[in-house]
């Protein structure tokens, strides 16, 4: 009997995915609009991350990353 295989969603996909929804906006705390995109909408163990934001250097490819400007405009999204 042949193995079968879950689908799993390709990381490239799903990164390109959330840099199409949030690329050019800035995260919110209140709802999504044209030009902003709510926190509460990101996948569960985000992050958000500012110019002088520290961060850690654990690797987890399941946490959503989003990297903004100093005005909070998002300019990078990956998954690490």
């Known amino acids: 009997m042949p193995l079968i295989n879950p689908v799993q969603s390709n990381p490239k996909d799903l990164t390109e995915e959330w840099m199409n929804k949030l690329m050019g906006k800035t995260i919110s705390d209140s709802e999504s609009s044209a030009t902003a995109f709510s926190k509460k909408d990101l996948p569960e163990g985000h992050r958000v991350v500012g110019p ?11 946490r959503l990353t989003v990297h903004t400007d100093e005005q909070g405009i998002v300019t990078n999204v990956g998954f690490n």
């Open 52 to 62: 002088n934001t520290r961060t850690t250097r654990d690797i987890n490819p399941d």
